[in-house]
């Protein structure tokens, strides 16, 4: 399942407040495909390190999901489209070649 569609998933599949138990037993088994599309994680592995939790609200456990997905729904990571990384040092500045004078 695309990630987009997780939220009508959220709402027409549980019944609020829910915890984690209910998720689990309900969608756990719901893979949820990484944008590269070769790899999926199911909602019971994302929600498993929470513990019990209780979810008030659909928007409050799609955002908790979101939020606990592994680095493979990332992306392109460190990708910046608003120019090029500042260049590195070619070496590491010696504080004795800073050389102050008052």
């Known amino acids: 399942m695309e990630i987009r569609d997780l939220p009508s998933l959220l709402e027409s599949e549980l019944t609020y407040p829910v915890d984690t138990g209910r998720v689990v037993d309900q969608i756990g088994a719901v ?3 990484t944008p590269a599309a070769d790899a999926s994680e199911p909602i019971s592995v994302i929600i ?3 513990g019990p939790t209780t979810f008030d609200s659909a928007d409050e456990l799609y ?3 979101l939020g606990n997905v592994s680095d493979e ?3 392109r990571k460190f990708y910046d489209d ?3 990384n500042p260049a590195a040092p070619a070496h590491s500045p010696d504080p004795a070649d800073e050389i102050q004078s008052f």
């Open 63 to 65: 955002n908790t999901i």
């Open 82 to 84: 608003r120019g090029a």
């Open 31 to 33: 893979e949820l495909d």
């Open 73 to 75: 729904f990332i992306g």
């Open 48 to 50: 498993a390190p929470l």
